[in-house]
């Protein structure tokens, strides 16, 4: 999973065509720890997408914006708007995750 380093990169990777899902995550969250054990085998699966990462206390404004209380969360983008958000208390498990994501794809 590619990491997003700055706002301008943000803009340009979520205003494409292609939808795109982005991990929201901290360096201190356990919960980004235990996503990070099994979203691996969720990215082959839905390899449609483009998968990237951001640090939500690196771009708090960012996360404000789209409403990104807790972590992790994922966002699916297309051309620029958001069409999906899976909320970190329902995103505990690979199944939750799939279960999110299939109507996207």
């Known amino acids: 999973m590619e990491r997003i380093?700055?706002?301008e990169?943000?803009?340009e990777i979520i205003s494409g065509e292609t939808p795109v899902v982005?991990?929201?995550f901290t360096t201190w969250c356990p919960d980004c720890v235990r996503m990070d054990n099994?979203?691996?085998d969720v990215m082959e699966e839905y390899s449609?997408?483009?998968w990237y990462e951001i640090n939500k206390d690196e771009f708090p404004a960012i996360a404000e914006e789209?409403?990104?209380m807790g972590i992790p969360s994922l966002l699916v983008?297309?051309?620029g708007n958001k069409i999906g958000h899976l909320h970190s208390a329902?995103?505990?498990t690979e199944e939750q995750v799939v279960e999110f994501l299939q109507p996207y794809y």
């Open 77 to 79: 983008f297309e051309a």
């Open 38 to 40: 099994f979203i691996g």
């Open 66 to 68: 789209y409403q990104v």
């Open 90 to 92: 329902n995103a505990k």
């Open 9 to 11: 990169a943000f803009q």
């Open 48 to 50: 449609r997408f483009a």
């Open 22 to 24: 982005v991990k929201f």
């Open 5 to 7: 380093t700055t706002a």
